[in-house]
């Protein structure tokens, strides 16, 4: 096969190899032919990449700084580990690069209404965030389950100005608040500005996530250039819809010597089903505009998705991680609920660094994966946000009610 | 000739507007999905869609979102819709039939095997909400094979190129969706419709139906002045809602609703 192309994709109809593409009802189709051009339009111009710029610099707080967790390599053995801290930016993950880009995007296009779905609550917090300070009235959907399991994210939401609205349709998940932002779009598309949270979502929103999160990636390539003059040996992150890994990994796909790990949701364990693992035990279909690898049953129904983290309690990913586990440039596993606790816990004592679930679960493949290899080897983990939202989950898995 | 080109034709030939009520498959118990299909027939339905039910239904409000749910708590599948409409040909052989749904059920069990089965159970289009023309190639040249009309649908917001898209992969008729929402939505505004039939009549001879937002007897009728055919939905799939714990009165409900809004059709 030929070297792909990896700079290059999405092709113009957005399709990354088979995956990708737009997959919506008809009423959708030229808001997001707007959308498109809009973000093209943008990503060109030095006014909106200045302005941008100056945002992640001030507000966000970036660059966030790579750490070189010593004590914990040490006690774990093998290679040294290195945390890319997103945990410190504004919001505390992420997910405040991109809400930041979209929001931006969002005035110029003159839009007065934001909405967006969340599961954890941190896209949800994060885009509250912004539209508190560009003054945007901001809806958010949020699935019943997670609107219990995150209460303080919930609470942080109403403060920032945002309307949350639970959703008690389906599965009452992340999947779900989806849909159901979805629909709030397609009967308000003419003031309003859909920020979708991952890269997921129809064709530009892969694309374009996964541009506003590669900030990441950029950053991380010249920090450990100067802190280690080398590239990393390898690359680790947390995977629900993929926004955060895409955004470390994207800027060293070229870079052959970097091996590069998804890590998905086992949840209780591959071999029990009750996971959110779609590139490790799905197959591909067509879910929420693009055409992905899904957790689904025969019939093309999905199925109900497992994790500890309401981050990664997703059935599907996003296209571009789909084309990238076919053409082999990244590796994708599973670690369950209970492995993400423990590396939860060992980052916390060994590092006084409180991991949010998610990225405990890259965490948990990143010691397990330094241990095979030598101490002059080095691997990245996107330490993509921190644990404060999950101290109420965390207890309650001890049995301490806060 | 089809049987959906043959039921416009002779509907024209008669100055009438097609009615196209809408239930989901398998709702509220798959045992009594053909009796209400035959049941829609008699009081004056000319093409029935069947909703084909998904956990993931987008495009559709509260009504048809509950709707899928009851469906699918009996674990209806594609193959047991097509095995609905199989039953129904058994005594019906000429009102046709449109599968209306999402793509993933057709994607996973294959188009070409998908389109073998429907044209063997004696369907006659098939609606993928979330196919528009752009990513439909495959499954219309599937369909088209088996004899299978591909309906698409045009909507507020497409414009004239989408249109000629649209117009260009659709046969059997084209599905205008009346407002900016989902299905189940209010606030339908008469003159804007009309004028958008205008607009996609430039570019198309095919029938165009309308729906999302008609709700009663008198909202038919003034679409059917303007339309080639209605399609009702949400309205009929509430009276399947409120009566859920007896299905054995479902049927002679659907019957005296759409009977009424076939009867002030043919008023209009
Ligand atoms: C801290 C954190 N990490 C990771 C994720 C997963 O999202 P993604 O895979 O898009 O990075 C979330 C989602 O809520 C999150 O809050």
Redesign the interface.
């Known amino acids: 096969m030929e070297k792909p192309d990896y700079r290059h994709m999405p092709d113009e109809?957005g399709h990354f190899g088979p995956y990708g593409?737009?997959?919506?009802?008809?009423?959708?189709?030229?808001?997001l032919e707007e959308l498109r051009e809009a973000y093209e339009k943008y990503m060109q111009d030095e006014q909106f990449l200045t302005e941008l710029d100056a945002d992640l610099q001030h507000y966000v707080g970036r660059p966030s700084p790579i750490y070189h967790a010593e004590r914990l390599s040490r006690e774990n053995g093998g290679a040294q580990i290195y945390l890319k801290r997103e945990d410190l930016n504004h919001t505390g993950a992420h997910k405040v690069n991109n809400t930041i880009g979209q929001a931006l995007l969002a005035k110029r296009m003159g839009k007065t209404r934001i909405i967006a779905e969340t599961g954890a609550g941190q896209h949800g917090v994060a885009t509250a965030t912004v539209a508190a300070r560009l003054g945007l009235e901001c809806v958010v959907y949020m699935g019943e389950v997670d609107v219990a399991r995150q209460e303080a994210n919930v609470y942080r939401m109403r403060l920032l100005g945002a309307e949350v609205r639970s959703v008690s349709?389906?599965s009452k998940t992340l999947?779900?608040a989806l849909?159901e932002a979805?629909?709030d779009w397609?009967?308000?598309?003419?003031n309003t500005f859909y920020i979708i949270g991952t890269v997921a979502g129809p064709h530009p929103y892969p694309a374009m996530v996964r541009d506003f999160q590669t900030v990441i990636g950029r950053e991380a390539r010249q920090q450990m250039r100067q802190m280690t003059a080398d590239l990393p040996d390898a690359l680790v992150a947390c995977v629900g819809g993929g926004s955060n890994a895409i955004g470390l990994f994207h800027p060293f796909l070229e870079d052959e010597g970097v091996a590069m790990y998804g890590v998905e949701a086992a949840g209780e364990g591959l071999e029990t089903g009750h996971h959110a693992a779609p590139l490790c035990a799905g197959?591909?279909?067509?879910?929420?505009?693009n055409?992905t690898y899904?957790m689904?049953d025969?019939?093309?129904?999905?199925?109900e998705t497992h994790s500890i983290s309401a981050g990664l309690d997703y059935p599907g990913v996003g296209p571009e991680h789909a084309w990238l586990k076919d053409t082999g440039r990244v590796q994708y596993v599973a670690i369950d609920d209970d492995e993400a606790l423990a590396a939860f816990h060992t980052l916390t004592r060994t590092e006084g660094i409180i991991p949010a679930l998610e990225s405990s679960h890259a965490v948990a493949y990143a010691l397990k994966l330094a241990a095979t290899m030598k101490p002059e080897q080095k691997v990245l983990v996107n330490l993509s946000g921190r644990g404060d939202k999950d101290m109420h989950t965390v207890a309650a898995r001890e049995g301490i009610k806060l | 000739m089809s049987r959906i080109e043959k039921t416009f034709s002779r509907l024209r030939s008669e100055g009438r507007t097609a009615l196209i009520p809408f239930i989901t498959a398998g709702d509220p118990d798959p045992e009594f999905t053909v009796s209400f299909m035959h049941g829609l027939v008699s009081a004056g339905a000319n093409l029935l869609e069947l909703g084909v039910p998904f956990s993931d239904p987008m495009a559709d409000g509260p009504v048809i979102q509950r709707a899928s749910e009851r469906a699918l708590e009996h674990h209806v599948s594609l193959l047991d819709v097509l095995e609905m409409v199989r039953r129904f040909r058994e005594q019906d052989s000429h009102t046709p039939v449109v599968l209306m749904g999402y793509l993933n059920p057709v994607e996973v069990m294959g188009y070409e095997d998908f389109a073998t089965a429907a044209e063997e159970a004696g369907v006659d289009g098939v609606l993928t909400v979330d196919l528009p023309p752009e990513e439909a190639h495959d499954l219309v040249q599937a369909l088209r094979s088996h004899a299978l009309d591909p309906i698409f649908l045009a909507a507020p917001t497409s414009n004239r190129h989408r249109l000629e898209m649209i117009a260009s992969a659709a046969s059997g008729f084209i599905y205008y969706i009346s407002l900016k929402g989902v299905t189940g939505a209010a606030n339908l505004a008469v003159d804007e419709v009309a004028r958008k039939l205008d607009e996609i009549r430039e570019v198309t001879d095919l029938p165009l139906g309308v729906g999302f937002g008609i709700k009663n007897a008198e909202m038919a009728a003034t679409m059917s002045r303007i339309a080639d055919a209605v399609v009702v939905g949400s309205t009929l799939v509430s009276v399947i809602e409120e009566n859920a714990s007896e299905p054995d009165k479902i049927r002679d409900k659907l019957h005296d609703l759409v009977h009424e809004m076939r009867t002030a059709m043919d008023r209009a």
């Open positions: 109809h593409g737009l997959f919506v009802a008809e009423t959708l189709m030229e808001p349709s389906g999947k779900d849909n979805m629909r397609v009967a308000t598309v003419d197959q591909p279909g067509v879910l929420h505009g055409r899904l689904e025969r019939d093309g129904q999905i199925i």
